[in-house]
């Protein structure tokens, strides 16, 4: 390895698994000492235990590196806190922090409980700004640092996950606020977008082509690191070998009347007016329903 993150100090939360341990293994492997969290739940967010973070923290340790585990949940404040208080306590600093923990319980919006709704925005959304705020007051005084979040494609939307896609469309909105509000002090902050095979995206219900979870560290790495200190406020996928940017969201197109709005206006000017921006989620489903009644299985 390279040594792209020599002297650093990162926090990886959902390291037990996954995409979070390929990137806490990918960060102590270019020099960095990490801390290590995982609540170790399993994928619907029950059952705790420590365990899965202890074996990472081993593996590193056992390759040479410098690694502790933090088991808290990230979905309380004092989670978040403890993690990036471990990191300043035990390595002096907190360089960067890296959030891909998160649960699944998917449900159609008619049929979504609060039961499923809750814990869903408390892990992925919550658990981004409960580690975001620790570390943001510490890198506000260092003048330096990094912020990734880690967010999906279902941001778009998504059919039977309106929990997972409210809560990853909130990510992408609280790296772009933390990006701007940030920006003053050094301190960056971005969002990955995976395609990768976990356990998560195992209950992808079609056919996905999909990387692994080591394709997607090494685009971390290099956004923690000193040479991507002139990005921020980004939003790439990481897919196999395709890297991709997303665009900013801005308005399109407007149309004006003089005085107030009626109903009746916007109905008969709205169509060559301003339209609507075509859904391509709602396309691909068409697409899919297509190839179902034709026999054909349906693909991404």
């Not at 690694?67 to 390595?91: H, K, L, N, P, W």
């Not at 880690?150 to 309106?162: E, H, I, L, R």
């Not at 921020?232 to 996928?237: A, I, K, N, W």
């Not at 407007?254 to 396309?283: C, F, H, K, N």
Request: some cysteine; glycine content about 12%.
């Amino acid at each position: 390895m390279s040594g792209y993150l020599e002297g650093k100090s990162i926090a990886v939360t959902g390291a037990g698994r996954g995409i979070g341990r390929a990137v806490a293994l990918a960060c102590a492997a270019e020099g960095a000492s990490v801390i290590v969290n995982d609540y170790g739940v399993n994928q619907d967010g029950t059952e705790p235990t420590s365990e899965v973070a202890d074996a990472v923290v081993k593996e590193i340790t056992d390759a040479g590196g410098t690694a502790v585990a933090v088991a808290d949940s990230v979905a309380e404040m004092a989670g978040g806190e403890r993690i990036v208080a471990t990191a300043v306590e035990q390595f002096g600093k907190i360089d960067g922090v890296v959030c891909p923990a998160g649960i699944l319980r998917e449900r159609m919006l008619f049929n979504m409980s609060e039961e499923e709704w809750d814990p869903v925005i408390a892990t992925h959304l919550k658990g981004t700004f409960t580690v975001f705020r620790a570390a943001a007051a510490r890198m506000k005084e260092q003048k330096s640092g990094s912020l990734i979040g880690f967010t999906s494609g279902a941001f778009a939307g998504s059919v039977a996950q309106a929990n997972y896609s409210a809560a990853k469309g909130g990510i992408v909105s609280l790296v772009r606020s933390a990006a701007a509000g940030m920006y003053r002090y050094g301190v960056t902050a971005n969002c990955i977008a995976p395609v990768a095979q976990t356990r998560m995206s195992a209950q992808v219900p079609m056919e996905l082509q999909m990387g692994e979870p080591e394709d997607v560290a090494p685009m971390v790495v290099y956004l923690l690191s000193d040479h991507a200190r002139h990005i921020t406020g980004q939003v790439y996928t990481v897919n196999g070998p395709t890297i991709a940017v997303w665009n900013q969201p801005q308005e399109v197109r407007s149309m004006e009347t003089e005085g107030r709005w009626t109903p009746e206006d916007i109905a008969a000017r709205i169509d060559d007016g301003v339209g609507q921006e075509r859904m391509g989620l709602i396309d691909r489903l068409d697409a899919m329903r297509a190839a179902a009644a034709s026999g054909e299985k349906p693909n991404q």
